[in-house]
């Protein structure tokens, strides 16, 4: 029986977080009568300055319609609590009688949450429901907001490939993932047929290199005429950095309170630009930046993704019953389900795409991550194949 | 009566120029039984080499499904053929027999239209259907391909503008558009409030200057905390070349056959970083280059556009039996009718975005322009109001 429970957003928001909030605030307000479901405004940064929202009467309706929109209702941030701000945190809690804080990120969020619950020792039930676009939480066969980004992504894809059809050429197009490549190999999930792009896949797992590269994209216009490339923003050199951190001048370097690079797709996009001019003078060569696109945007909601966000913010008020941990989805061979697994388990990992996901010799997509990407992100599109 | 007529897609693809293809063919094939239609195999570029497929007798299920397909699927050009060409192309069409030539494109393609209409002098009917995202032609209240293209720029930036509020900061989003700002002003067609974003304009029809540019987000800053600016690729400089042009060394600049210089959105991002971290320091910033994203998005296919598109190819072939010319979209003020109008209308001209679709003293949307855009892209989502 929980009285009062303080729910936060943070990490950057996706096109269904908002899902998972009112799922919690919902079924809290279901399973306990009565009880206080306070909104921490911008993550734990609510909590240190008494910053709430009180969402304990809003109408059910008008909270549907949050879960409907994309972004962090509640506001987000990307505070990395250290021992003397998770104090504070932990006394506005107590000052608030919270009987449970559900905290929905990533695995940045879920590293606050193991901090606060380690030093509350017990007194308050600290819970962790998955986010991320990432889909880089251990524990998880996938996470909420992946499918929805993954959505925009694949479509973007399987456009710009039909636009290069028409004009040939070779498109770069970079996608977020700063340690993982699910986002961008979900690029090639709705390929038409075997002509089709995404041709070349880049993932952080994999170094990258310039020489590598060239050759590829060669190869496939002596293929296809045409040459379609998906790149993440977080791809590593070979000497194990981001491509972006080698390629920046030290002093240009921006990094969050996570010690994390900002992973500019500017600065990789005229790379490839600079790679591709040199490498492969005279070609038309275009690059973007999808960037912010694919992960909050209101075209590419996944319904699955909206309901299995919004059951795994129920899920998290059930884990308050189970003293805390971190919500994880996993799959049984044939549906989704929503574990409790130790918030150790999720805190401050990363899963990363697995190598065989892509082949062996190529950057292309393999059977076992096509079949992978193709369950969570089935066709949507009846696509007529063009005359070119 | 036509008994041949050839069919061609022309420049930049977009989602529904295929409409337009498969609303000429069927029509064709309505109006004239058992005429022969050749479809012409990446624009002009098919006559001239005989390279063509033959639309008579592909069954209509599998041409409706192409309809619903972005970009072009007899592939595009951007040549621009000078008098040698246009002999050629005119010979090409006389040995296939075609009574009519019809050419679905933009003012480039309608250009086209012109010089080998002047050329044949009468033998052949020239017809140019209009397409572009750019919605930049003469004549036309608005252009198949643009609707579609601007629920994409509308949806991205209430998105991003989402994710704003949630993790505050500055985010330039980089747009098509050489020498027409509509889809550039489009994204704030889908605004949601008075605080919404996007906060600031740039669009090709008013000249750039840096001072001015970060006083406009300094001020959205103190009033909003967050600021969300939208960009033309060809915004201008004062000195009314592209601001790209005036940032880019002359021996990295590239042309197509047009003369048009190549709007790197890269160049154009980098630069605003540069301005933002030297004009801002310290402040989060963001750059992404929509690029290809919006134009032949199958995400994002407006039915309305859909629609139009196919009976501009319809209207096309109407057209044949008038010797010839360009379809304009007008409008009545209450719904929009196809008329045909002389190619010179059109060719090679610009429409440009009217100066009172901004604000006189401010880069912001005007009444007018809003009440034009949320024509064209009714509002198509619920939208919960967020509480940050």
Redesign the interface.
Same mark, same amino acid.
């Given at each position: 029986m929980a009285e009062t429970i303080v729910i936060a957003?943070g990490g950057?928001?996706t096109?269904v977080i908002?899902q998972t909030l009112v799922g919690a605030v919902l079924e809290a307000r279901r399973r306990f009568k009565g009880v206080k479901v306070l909104?921490s =405004?911008?993550g734990v940064r609510g909590i240190r300055d008494n910053n709430y929202?009180d969402l304990s009467d809003i109408p059910e309706e008008?909270?549907?319609? =949050?879960?409907? !929109?994309?972004?962090? *209702?509640?506001?987000? !941030?990307?505070d990395k609590p250290d021992a003397a701000y998770c104090e504070v945190v932990l006394k506005g809690l107590k000052e608030k009688g919270a009987d449970a804080f559900i905290y929905i990120g990533g695995n940045d969020t879920a590293g606050t949450q193991g901090i606060l619950s380690d030093a509350a020792a017990g007194s308050i039930a600290f819970v962790h429901a998955p986010k991320t676009i990432d889909n880089d939480l251990c524990e998880n066969d996938h996470t909420p907001g992946f499918i929805s980004a993954a959505?925009?992504v694949a &479509?973007?894809f399987?456009?710009?490939d039909?636009?290069f059809?028409?004009?040939p050429g070779i498109?770069v197009g970079i996608v977020m993932g700063r340690h993982a490549g699910f986002l961008t190999a979900a690029s090639a999930a709705w390929r038409i047929d075997e002509e089709s792009g995404p041709h070349l896949i880049y993932a952080p797992e994999r170094a990258f290199t310039r020489d590598r590269f060239i050759d590829d994209v060669q190869r496939t216009l002596d293929r296809h005429k045409r040459c379609i490339v998906a790149v993440s923003e977080g791809v590593s050199a070979e000497d194990g950095r981001s491509l972006v951190e080698t390629l920046t001048p030290a002093d240009?370097l921006e990094r969050d309170a996570h010690g994390n690079v900002k992973l500019?797709?500017?600065?990789l &996009?005229?790379a490839f630009?600079r790679m591709l *001019?040199e490498g492969l003078p005279g070609k038309r060569a275009?690059?973007? !930046?999808?960037?912010?696109?694919p992960?909050?945007? =209101?075209?590419?909601i996944s319904k699955v993704d909206a309901r299995e966000a919004f059951e795994a913010g129920a899920f998290a008020v059930e884990a308050v019953d189970h003293g805390g941990g971190s919500v994880a989805l996993t799959y049984d061979g044939s549906q989704t389900i929503n574990k409790i697994v130790p918030l150790s388990h999720v805190a401050a990992k990363t899963r990363h795409m697995p190598d065989d996901f892509l082949d062996a010799h190529e950057n292309r997509l393999s059977e076992k991550g096509l079949a992978y990407f193709q369950r969570l992100v089935p066709e949507k599109?009846?696509?007529?194949?063009?005359?070119?």
């Amino acid at each position: 029986m929980a009285e009062t429970i303080v729910i936060a957003q943070g990490g950057g928001p996706t096109a269904v977080i908002n899902q998972t909030l009112v799922g919690a605030v919902l079924e809290a307000r279901r399973r306990f009568k009565g009880v206080k479901v306070l909104g921490s =405004i911008h993550g734990v940064r609510g909590i240190r300055d008494n910053n709430y929202v009180d969402l304990s009467d809003i109408p059910e309706e008008q909270l549907l319609r =949050i879960a409907g !929109t994309p972004s962090a *209702a509640l506001g987000s !941030t990307r505070d990395k609590p250290d021992a003397a701000y998770c104090e504070v945190v932990l006394k506005g809690l107590k000052e608030k009688g919270a009987d449970a804080f559900i905290y929905i990120g990533g695995n940045d969020t879920a590293g606050t949450q193991g901090i606060l619950s380690d030093a509350a020792a017990g007194s308050i039930a600290f819970v962790h429901a998955p986010k991320t676009i990432d889909n880089d939480l251990c524990e998880n066969d996938h996470t909420p907001g992946f499918i929805s980004a993954a959505e925009f992504v694949a &479509g973007a894809f399987l456009s710009v490939d039909l636009d290069f059809r028409a004009l040939p050429g070779i498109y770069v197009g970079i996608v977020m993932g700063r340690h993982a490549g699910f986002l961008t190999a979900a690029s090639a999930a709705w390929r038409i047929d075997e002509e089709s792009g995404p041709h070349l896949i880049y993932a952080p797992e994999r170094a990258f290199t310039r020489d590598r590269f060239i050759d590829d994209v060669q190869r496939t216009l002596d293929r296809h005429k045409r040459c379609i490339v998906a790149v993440s923003e977080g791809v590593s050199a070979e000497d194990g950095r981001s491509l972006v951190e080698t390629l920046t001048p030290a002093d240009r370097l921006e990094r969050d309170a996570h010690g994390n690079v900002k992973l500019s797709g500017g600065e990789l &996009g005229m790379a490839f630009e600079r790679m591709l *001019a040199e490498g492969l003078p005279g070609k038309r060569a275009r690059v973007d !930046t999808l960037g912010y696109m694919p992960r909050g945007n =209101i075209a590419t909601i996944s319904k699955v993704d909206a309901r299995e966000a919004f059951e795994a913010g129920a899920f998290a008020v059930e884990a308050v019953d189970h003293g805390g941990g971190s919500v994880a989805l996993t799959y049984d061979g044939s549906q989704t389900i929503n574990k409790i697994v130790p918030l150790s388990h999720v805190a401050a990992k990363t899963r990363h795409m697995p190598d065989d996901f892509l082949d062996a010799h190529e950057n292309r997509l393999s059977e076992k991550g096509l079949a992978y990407f193709q369950r969570l992100v089935p066709e949507k599109f009846a696509v007529g194949k063009p005359f070119v």
